[in-house]
């Protein structure tokens, strides 16, 4: 126990009140993400303001127990739990939209709002903010900023980051800072901005952003493509993209993902165990029309054995539900579940999942491929029916990994590190740049306060 009772009497005196939760039920709600991984915090506190984050962090410096901050508990790397005990800091509450800019094309957005709320209320003003993690119902605004969350949207659009122009946060010293512009560029120092996106909860306590919003794409068309294969599917990626043509989603679902969620699509499947490609575009209705038509033949003539395209906003609208419904199904199917999300050069995912099928032979698995191919990041999900076999599982993950680096990737193109990936950070970043990396950490949190313990071996 870090937490003697006295400082939590302080706690409680300093914050706003209600804001100190410690009841067994409380901060059970606090103790898991999607990770799989569990650990029970000594304290949550629920910040009702930037005052209450700054006290919180000044008295973490003073008595020396970790904080570990959490949006809305959706990731999958374990990297909101307080896994050395001490305190959470939950941003829900503070879940405003400050501003909505239509003539600038802005919004500022206190961290806890959730994520699709902040695609929601761009759109009631006639704007556009793309960014698209499949758990923006669950995530919030900060956690995707911590976390640089991309999505089906990405191939496009990019991730999280690209519409972030700049952040107000509070350091581990308890010093509220604004980073960034209001303006769609500027280089006058440091991006810092750029640094405390993605750095999990390391570096600072994110509580607002100023958004990047775009204006509205006219419409949307989706076609869903099936193929004799995944490779064949993956293949086809590069074809579309070589042929001039950028889609805002190219997403990929492989013949054993479809064998949990296929009964849910609104089409029936060709016979045989096909993968599917979803492809989407956005723009002027009559242009996208015409070349969807295009693309649709191009992928006839490449392999494609049905086309289906969805013909109205409930068919579009279904196919993302099951598109969302895959990582649940294989959760709920397999007995031990480990989620992956490497990312590959374009030009590597039809080797990268053509050698699936030997791994799993080699170390007794089944693994579903599913995920961003546009972007080439597939989400790998190992699973094994024998929990005894966890052992051979995880060496299973090490190899793919290895893999993946081969192949020129990385071991996570959205999740992040957190507890979860630590084992294999050494994998990709040599001693030197993790010794670069930490003294960036002690730099701004010399007293190790804030989510201490995560990235990092
Ligand atoms: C069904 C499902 C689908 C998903 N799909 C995607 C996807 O398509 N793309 C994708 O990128 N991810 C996806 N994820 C993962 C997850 O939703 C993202 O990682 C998301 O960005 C996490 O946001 P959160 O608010 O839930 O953060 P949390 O899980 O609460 O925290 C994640 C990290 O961010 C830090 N953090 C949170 N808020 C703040 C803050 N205000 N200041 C500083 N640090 C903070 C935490 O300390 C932790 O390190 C999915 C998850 C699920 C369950």
Known sequence: MLLADTIKDTLSNQLSPGAVLSEPEALHKYCSDASGLHFIPELVVRAQNTEDIQTLLRLANAYGFPVTPRGGGSGLAGACLAHQGGVVLSLEDLNRIRLIDHENFLMEAEAGVISQKVREVAWEAGMFYPPDPAGMDLSTIGGNAATDAGGPACVKYGTTRDYILGLEAVLPNGECVRTGVRTRKGV??????????????????????????????AAVQTLLCAFPSVTCAMENVATIMQAGHLP??????????????????????????????????????????????????????????????????????????????????????????????????????????????????????????????????????????????????????????????????????????????????????????????????????????????????
């Open 188 to 217: 006058v120092g440091y991006d810092l901005t750029n640094l405390l996106v993605g750095s999990e909860g390391t570096l600072a306590v994110i509580t607002a952003l100023l958004l990047k919003l775009l204006p509205k794409p």
């Open 248 to 457: 805002c989603a190219i997403e990929v679902l492989d013949h054993r993902c479809l064998a949990l969620v296929g009964e849910l699509l609104p089409f029936a499947l060709p016979a045989g165990k096909p993968s599917l490609l979803i492809l989407e575009l956005d723009g002027p209705a009559t242009a996208i029309a015409e070349e969807m038509e295009t693309i649709r033949k191009l992928m006839l003539a490449h392999g494609t054995i049905d086309t289906l395209p969805a013909t109205n906003s409930s068919q579009r609208q279904k196919i993302w539900e099951v598109r969302r419904q895959v990582s649940l199904r294989i959760h709920d199917y397999a007995a031990l579940y480990l989620s992956e999300d490497v990312t590959v050069p374009i030009s590597a995912i039809a080797p990268l999942v053509n050698a699936l099928p030997d791994y799993e032979k080699r170390y007794q698995l089944e693994i579903f491929a599913f995920g961003h191919a546009g972007d080439g990041n597939i989400h790998l999900n190992i699973t094994t029916q024998d929990v005894g076999l966890a052992d051979r599982a995880h060496a299973g993950v090490r190899a793919l990994l290895a893999l993946v680096l081969d192949l020129g990737g990385t071991i996570s193109g959205e999740h992040g590190i957190g507890i979860a990936k630590k084992p294999y950070i050494a994998m990709e970043l040599p001693e030197p740049m993790l010794a670069l990396q930490r003294s960036i950490k002690e730099f701004f949190d010399p007293n190790k306060i804030l989510n201490p313990g995560k990235i990092f071996p």
